[in-house]
């Protein structure tokens, strides 16, 4: 049984004037109830948690969860930190506002290097024991340079473990770890749209998605597509969508693409925080072009 159905979206944290402005994000959460979404993960990679201070966290986190439960939405507040000690400090944080679920990413910097499962093993364990939220992993083996695999992840939901937010790439990862999770209450949810097709049609009741913050209504139609048992449907939308995703990746960053998308939506009049650079107008004119004749502006209800 898992507490999260359908798709979460990754949504931004915006900036202007390199302060917090919390007005955008409660204009992401209406455009994206307004399109199907009811799942928000807050203060991950488009969330851009590593260039944010403790404080920046607690404040991005209480704009999401205070206006998610008015728009009737779940939150699942990510908290990771190379610092156990901070960690805790913002998972606390997360529960006293009300977060539906806590999410942290090993513990980075060291995980590449010198870090193994029983590190992070106890790493989980002191987080899961500070709090009664249900606490999910991020696996971003991408960004910490260290994996989550099947074994792993048995052991930590010996632990009380939640959930997972997992980057595994290909049918047979996913479907290694769906087999630790078998029929637990537990939440697996593929953390990327590349995967969007083979997470639900193995077993994953939910799946992250970037692309859909910038795209809500048509990653929402192809889960309504698999739910209702339409396959063949959702693999054509989705094979458009990869397109989409292609091009809000032209310049590096789909995050930071997805700024400018939700700008010349009129959604957002805000930017990303440095050390991350916003799109030029050049790059973003190309962008906003080729999202235009592919019809990504021309969203359809499935």
Same mark, same amino acid.
């Given at each position: 049984?898992?507490?999260?159905?359908?798709?979460?979206?990754?949504?931004?944290?915006?900036?202007?004037?390199?302060?917090?402005?919390?007005?955008?994000?409660?204009?992401?959460?209406?455009?994206?109830?307004?399109?199907?979404?009811?799942?928000?993960?807050?203060?991950?990679?488009?969330?851009?948690?590593?260039?944010?201070?403790?404080?920046?966290?607690?404040?991005?986190?209480?704009?999401?969860?205070?206006?998610?439960?008015?728009?009737?939405?779940?939150?699942?507040?990510?908290?990771?930190?190379?610092?156990?000690?901070?960690?805790?400090?913002?998972?606390?944080?997360?529960?006293?506002?009300?977060?539906?679920?806590?999410?942290?990413?090993?513990?980075?910097?060291?995980?590449?290097?010198?870090?193994?499962?029983?590190?992070?093993?106890?790493?989980?364990?002191?987080?899961?024991?500070?709090?009664?939220?249900?606490?999910?992993? =991020? /696996?971003?083996? #991408?960004?910490?340079?260290?994996?989550?695999?099947?074994? +792993?992840? $048995?052991?930590? !939901? &010996?632990?009380?473990?939640?959930?997972?937010?997992?980057?595994?790439?290909?049918?047979?990862?996913?479907?290694?770890?769906?087999?630790?999770?078998?029929?637990?209450?537990?939440?697996?949810?593929?953390?990327?749209?590349?995967?969007?097709?083979?997470?639900?049609?193995?077993?994953?009741?939910?799946?992250?998605?970037?692309?859909?913050?910038?795209?809500?209504?048509?990653?929402?139609?192809? =889960? /309504?597509?698999? #739910?209702?048992?339409?396959?063949?449907?959702?693999?054509? +939308?989705? $094979?458009?969508? !990869? &397109?989409?995703?292609?091009?809000?990746?032209?310049?590096?960053?789909?995050?930071?693409?997805?700024?400018?998308?939700?700008?010349?939506?009129?959604?957002?009049?805000?930017?990303?925080?440095?050390?991350?650079?916003?799109?030029?107008?050049?790059?973003?004119?190309?962008?906003?072009?080729?999202?235009?004749?592919?019809?990504?502006?021309?969203?359809?209800?499935?």
């Amino acid at each position: 049984m898992a507490k999260f159905e359908g798709i979460i979206t990754a949504i931004l944290t915006p900036f202007k004037k390199d302060e917090l402005f919390g007005i955008d994000v409660i204009n992401q959460l209406r455009y994206l109830k307004s399109n199907g979404i009811s799942n928000i993960f807050s203060c991950g990679s488009y969330g851009s948690f590593p260039v944010m201070t403790t404080p920046e966290r607690k404040q991005a986190a209480e704009i999401v969860v205070k206006n998610a439960k008015q728009f009737g939405m779940k939150t699942i507040i990510q908290i990771g930190s190379p610092s156990t000690k901070t960690a805790i400090e913002l998972a606390k944080h997360a529960e006293s506002i009300g977060a539906d679920a806590i999410a942290s990413v090993i513990p980075f910097y060291y995980s590449s290097t010198f870090y193994n499962d029983d590190t992070v093993m106890k790493y989980y364990d002191k987080l899961i024991n500070s709090v009664s939220t249900d606490v999910h992993c =991020y /696996n971003n083996s #991408k960004t910490t340079g260290f994996s989550v695999g099947p074994d +792993l992840l $048995k052991s930590l !939901m &010996g632990i009380g473990l939640k959930g997972i937010k997992d980057d595994s790439k290909d049918m047979g990862s996913i479907l290694k770890m769906l087999d630790v999770v078998g029929e637990k209450e537990f939440d697996y949810y593929p953390s990327s749209t590349s995967n969007l097709i083979t997470g639900f049609l193995l077993g994953a009741k939910s799946c992250i998605s970037g692309v859909s913050l910038t795209i809500p209504t048509t990653i929402f139609g192809i =889960y /309504n597509l698999i #739910k209702n048992e339409n396959v063949a449907p959702a693999i054509n +939308l989705w $094979k458009w969508v !990869m &397109g989409v995703r292609t091009i809000l990746g032209l310049y590096g960053s789909r995050a930071i693409a997805a700024y400018s998308v939700l700008k010349y939506k009129g959604i957002i009049n805000s930017t990303c925080r440095s050390p991350w650079i916003s799109l030029t107008e050049e790059q973003e004119k190309n962008i906003i072009i080729k999202l235009n004749n592919l019809g990504a502006f021309d969203e359809r209800i499935y």
